[in-house]
């Protein structure tokens, strides 16, 4: 099992993010997948900015992945994944068809994200036909689905699985941040640099319910797939995805790095697991491992 | 310019196709569809009856079969595809690529949509479906401002077909996990979004109810409160201590005083949202925007929305409430 780190969701100031990336290269991570994948007004690096780090990173001879953003709308927007995917060193998180058109027009081999909606063997065999070389699993799916890929008889590309952090749930035209702060979101002020782990919405009877991140909605509680780590690998899954959060994410990769070096499962420290085992997101599924159908 | 209504039932297409709409769109019973409700949608034999109405009277039916198939249930899909052109519909309305890609090869003369959860909202991704799998039109994601919508049509990729009234998703269709969060039932894989075997009222002493989705208190009402359905994104939560509708309220979308740039743009075909709703809704929506649409081609010039028209959609509204929605950039 290899350990990689997801894009950075939330907006951060330029030097804390580029203080971040220095921290990371230290880590020990097989792949760093960054880039803006969340609103594209959100500039404290630029596209090129985003490039030169992953440069920089990949010189240190680590895997570098450039992830594309998951909704466009603007002919700006692809003006900047054309950058992106024209980088000439590193592969692209393709997280909208936009992306995969581009890349395919190139012929560039890429990495599927988990905004593509990849359902069945039917359309992977497609999207690889397109150059896809590893796909990340959908927010939604778990280990059913890998189970069928795999029935499926298609020979099938790296799979890769998110097992910490929030978990994106889904992207709108408009600015829940601004919204909430009764700001117009082409004069929002950029104000979501504000929650550097993006802003907690509670149900009216006070339970923590989701998290609002610019344009975007995300799970309240941390997916956490550590107790299912020998599970997940069992059943297909080679890379183990970790999202970065604004504390703390240097720990969560030494845990899971720990785990995989010494083949013993962590304790669960988040909250929640459901989408692995086919239930609802939020849900927490506490099962013996041993009892897992290998 | 095609209106294309909703029909969940045989009555409800009945009802569009005598009001006036140029194509109808259903779903076989089963969950190859993304409104699955109980009690909802074509057998066989209703689409059959349905298409000879339809075709007698020289309109259109299509078959949406939007929902994303999982590896083990892909056959199904298969066999919905074969089905829909056994019966001789006139298009089918697909999100998934490997029915796109079925369809293409086994029947290559039946037209295919990209539907809205097919999630393209760019020329680029409008290329994708057209090169792999000859789409003849795209529906497009509720989350592009008019001026967008008229620059896409500028590049004539494919026809372009918009939502022009109804229950306003706010999330880009066919990439929001909200419901399946919750409920572990999300309309890309089984065909609805916050299903009502999770939902759950309960009156408080003083009249009060409140609704929960699987247990998650989604909204609380006063007595004298309009209380609708529990959808994750139109609650009231508690954001830095202040309680609102955080994603948004219960509206629906209305594009009538947009219909002349619509038709400016180039926009081949407007859909009407709602198949779950009934043959009131149908007969009121189909007849108001054929009303407008007509209007509209008799007199390109000073064309104007009708009170009348507004106040009759207004009553159909969730909420009784309309919005732009994301065609108009405050709404964001």
Known sequence: MRLTLGPLQYFWPRERVLAFYREVAGWPLDVIYLGENVCSKRRELATRDWIALAHELADGGREVVLSSL????????????????????????????????????????????????????????????????????????????????????????????????????????????????DLAKDDCGFRCIDYPDGLPLASRDGQPFLTINGISVQTVGRCDLGPELQDLEATGISLARIYPQAEGTAEVVARFHDAIRTGVAPPRLGEENGYWYGEAGMARVDRDQASVPR | ???????????????????????????????????????????????????????????????????????????????????????????????????????????????????????????????????????????????????????????????????????????VEGRCQLSSYVTGASPNRHGVCSPAKFVRWEEGPGGQRSVRLNDRLIDRFEPDEPAGYPTVCKGRYDVGGEVFHALEEPTSLNTLELLPRLKGAGVIALKIEGRQRGQAYVTSVTRTWRAAIDRLEAHPDGWQPDPQWLRELSRHAEGHQTTLGPYHRSWH
């Open chain 1, 70 to 181: 998951a909704l466009l709308e603007a002919e700006s927007e692809l003006a900047s994944l054309r950058r992106l995917v024209e980088n000439g060193r590193c592969r692209v998180e393709a997280n909208d068809m936009a992306a995969v058109q581009l890349l395919r027009e190139r012929g560039l081999r890429f990495v599927g994200g988990p905004s593509l909606n990849v359902y069945n063997h039917e359309a992977l065999r497609l999207l690889m036909e397109d150059g896809l070389e590893r796909l990340v699993l959908g927010v939604e799916h778990g280990r059913d689905v890998v189970v069928e890929f795999r029935a499926s008889g298609l020979a099938l590309p790296e799979l890769e699985a998110a097992v910490w952090g929030r978990l994106p749930l889904s992207h709108s035209a408009r600015c829940f941040t601004a919204r909430a702060l």
């Open chain 2, 1 to 171: 310019m095609y209106l294309v209504c909703p029909a969940g039932s045989p009555p409800a297409l009945v009802a569009a196709i005598d009001h006036g709409a140029d194509a109808v769109y259903v779903g076989f019973r089963d969950q190859t569809n993304a409104r699955a409700f109980p009690g909802l949608n074509f057998t066989e034999a209703d689409l059959r009856a349905g298409i000879a109405y339809a075709h007698a009277r020289r309109r259109l039916v299509y078959v949406a079969l939007n929902t994303y198939p999982g590896p083990a249930r892909f056959g199904d899909w298969q066999a919905a595809v074969d089905r829909a052109a056994a019966l001789g519909v006139d298009a089918i309305i697909c999100a998934d690529m490997g029915v796109l890609d079925y369809a293409a090869r086994h029947h290559p003369d039946l037209p295919r949509h990209l539907s809205v959860q097919g999630s393209a909202t760019t020329h680029a991704a409008l290329r994708y479906y057209r090169d792999r799998f000859g789409i003849a039109r795209a529906v497009l994601p509720r989350v592009l401002s008019i001026q967008q919508v008229e620059r896409l049509c500028e590049q004539e990729i494919v026809p372009i077909e918009v939502f022009a009234f109804g229950s306003l998703c706010i999330m």
